[in-house]
């Protein structure tokens, strides 16, 4: 017990415990009032508080579904469900994540590339910055039913268009820390390539390049965090070709506020495995790279 | 054209300085950070220029090593340009800090100019160096594993490892302390009396100075320039102890009045 007090499992669990609490007591704070209509509508009376309280924990289309309720749909709709079936989360989640997978790398790549540019061209940084800040102040859900429709238009629909728009959100953080990144460099150490009369392409490749990878990875659990934001955002504008973003959208459409919440929990959750995923492969590249344990 | 060609004055000169001078432009004017410089270091000295910070003497070696331009004046390096003597791997650079990669091991450190200038026989290049500077058994440590003196003795490593005759050192151990100095400036003159290089070197310690050198360029600051130069008259075996020595003593006086000399007190 005292071990378990000293680690990071008991606050942990302690905070869990009080959101958990939170989220049971709104619950029965939101579903009242409409538990109330039902109740006179069926003509029921004297209820108890305690079955009361049960009751605003099993509606069909609560304001606020008890956790209990969402995991229960997150378990039918994943283990419960054939994975095929279009019912399934996990078919939905599989379809966004392929999405975010691809728009991640096609950001990635972007970003370096932009990076790239703008560390060994002044002009550049001048004429693209600029831009690059700008395209992030466009809200997305501005951009991305015109990306949507308008690809859709010209024949290109499925993957690429969602893929596009998580591109379009992740490669923002990815520049901005590859040009610090690829900067962070000091003085003596390029002094040094110079002595060597190095070409450019070895200077990238021996000293900005592995000098900037730490920064690669901040920037990178960042992109891929929005990378799924950004094919959610997308499949909201589409909804024939599934995903979480659909789940979110028919739920809002039916008052299935269950479905709504189970797929919620599915997107955060993919989310942070995703971050994590990159959080495990920074930790094994900088112990390839000798860094301090 | 069958005689013999008299030997030309230029052929035991490594590096030869004419009335070199070098102006920064700044927004507060111009800085005279070199003025009217004439010097030639001969194969295989141990030549140190010493003097007050803004004299001017890492500009110098740094004008040597092409990392910087002169504004006048004529400087040539083994005969040619400081610029093709670089591309010519005429020199190896030592800096103030150690600038080892990080990512890299203490040989990979080693073999980067060996990899950059694409040169055969690596392995035996790292372990001849190394064992030059004493850090055999070091190759697969990472530089935050070594301490201070031991990472700038594996950067004296890589400025060797390519095997160029000149060596140019700017205060390589101005951040050590003086236990470790001393050890590091009798390792270094082994190392010089083992390989013949011409080794030009910058410090601000009298003692190191006339500890290490058979030439010692004394310079001054505003504008920077040369004030002195002493041919040292110390025998060539050198333990530390020499420096309690009348003759060592002496070297230092004459160093300390050429930079009192050329040091104005007047700000």
């Known amino acids: ?293 | 054209m069958t005689e013999l060609a008299p030997p030309s004055p230029d052929a035991m000169a490594v590096v030869r300085a004419q009335n070199l001078g070098l102006t920064f432009p700044t927004n507060d004017g111009d800085v005279i950070a070199l003025s009217d410089v004439n010097l030639t270091i001969n194969k295989g000295e141990f030549v140190s220029f010493i003097g007050p910070s803004g004299c001017g003497k890492t500009t110098f070696l740094r004008t040597i090593a092409d990392l910087e331009q002169p504004t006048s004046g004529t400087l040539t390096v083994n005969g040619t340009t400081p610029s093709d003597a670089r591309l010519n791997r005429a020199y190896g650079y030592v800096f103030q800090a150690p600038a080892l990669y990080p990512w890299r091991t203490i040989a990979q450190n080693v073999a980067l100019p060996l990899e950059i200038m694409a040169l055969t026989d690596k392995a035996e290049r790292i372990a001849r160096t190394l064992e030059l500077v004493n850090l055999t058994g070091f190759e697969n440590k990472y530089p935050w594993q070594l301490s201070g003196g031991m990472q700038q003795r594996a950067s004296i490593a890589r400025a060797l490892s390519f095997d160029a005759d000149l060596l140019l050192m700017d205060e390589p151990f101005g951040a050590l302390d003086e236990i470790v100095r001393d050890h590091l400036n009798s390792e270094l003159l082994k190392l010089w009396a083992r390989t013949r290089k011409t080794i030009a070197f910058v410090t601000h310690s009298i003692p190191e100075a006339v500890y290490l050198s058979t030439k010692i360029v004394v310079m001054s600051p505003r504008p920077g320039r040369v004030t002195d130069i002493i041919e040292s008259d110390l025998p060539a075996e050198r333990p530390l102890d020499i420096r309690e020595t009348p003759e060592f003593l002496r070297l230092a006086a004459r160093v300390r009045d050429g930079l009192r000399a050329g040091h104005s007190y007047e700000e």
Do not use: C
């Open chain 1, 1 to 293: 017990m005292r071990q378990l007090l000293a680690g990071k499992t008991a606050p942990i669990l302690i905070v869990l415990l009080a959101i958990g609490l939170f989220w049971y007591a709104a619950a029965i704070w939101m579903n009242a009032p409409w538990q109330q209509t039902l109740n006179q509508r069926a003509g029921l009376e004297n209820v108890s508080a305690i079955d009361f309280v049960a009751q605003t924990w099993a509606q069909d289309k609560p304001l606020l579904p008890a956790p209990h309720q969402v995991a229960g749909e997150i378990w039918n709709a994943t283990v419960g469900t054939d994975i095929a079936s279009k019912r399934s989360l996990a078919y939905h989640a599989g379809i966004t994540l392929s999405a975010t997978l691809l728009g991640f790398a096609l950001g990635t790549l972007l970003g370096v590339g932009l990076a790239v540019m703008i560390v060994h061209n002044d002009a550049s940084e001048r004429s693209l910055m600029p831009w690059i800040i700008a395209s992030q102040t466009i809200p997305i859900l501005a951009i991305a039913p015109m990306v949507v429709v308008g690809l859709g238009a010209v024949g290109v629909t499925g993957l690429l268009p969602k893929a596009l728009i998580s591109m379009y959100l992740s490669f923002f953080p990815v520049v901005v820390g590859m040009v610090k990144g690829l900067r962070t460099p000091e003085a003596i150490q390029l002094d040094l390539m110079h002595t060597y009369s190095a070409t450019p392409w070895q200077v990238f490749a021996k000293l900005r390049w592995p000098a900037a990878v730490p920064f690669l990875f901040a920037s990178m659990k960042v992109g891929i965090a929005i990378s799924l934001i950004g094919a959610v955002v997308g499949e909201l504008s589409n909804n024939a070709g599934g995903g979480l973003g659909v789940r979110l959208l028919t739920g809002s459409y039916n008052g299935q506020t269950i479905q709504i919440w189970a797929a919620l929990f599915i997107a955060a959750g993919l989310a942070a495995l995703l971050v994590i995923a990159v959080g495990g492969a920074e930790r094994l590249v900088n112990r390839a790279m000798g860094a301090r344990p």
